[in-house]
């Protein structure tokens, strides 16, 4: 079995390809025992798994927004306290 990694952009590709080809949404998919009747076996699989993937990738770029913006949010603050010291070592 080989493992390939799936970028955020291809898992929402692929789940807009399964969305169109069966004319339905991911929640109608997950909810409707009609609409899943209609899937195959091998595109329910797939589905479910891209599903989980997407949801661990948006997780995952969540987290790492959020470190960004805490890197981001303290570097002003210490550019401007070396500013002030300057500032007071020139006075």
């Known amino acids: 079995m080989s493992e390939t990694i799936l970028t955020l952009r291809a898992v929402q590709t692929r789940l807009r390809e399964l969305r169109k080809k069966y004319r339905c949404s991911n929640d109608d998919f ?11 076996d091998e595109d329910e699989f797939e589905w479910e798994s891209y599903l989980a993937h997407e949801e661990c990738l948006l997780e995952a770029e969540e987290e790492l927004h959020h470190r960004y913006l805490l890197t981001v949010s303290v570097a ?10 300057a500032h007071s070592l020139a006075a």
């Open 30 to 40: 997950l909810l409707n025992p009609d609409i899943r009747a209609r899937v195959s």
């Open 76 to 85: 002003p603050q210490e550019v401007t306290e070396k500013s002030q010291v």
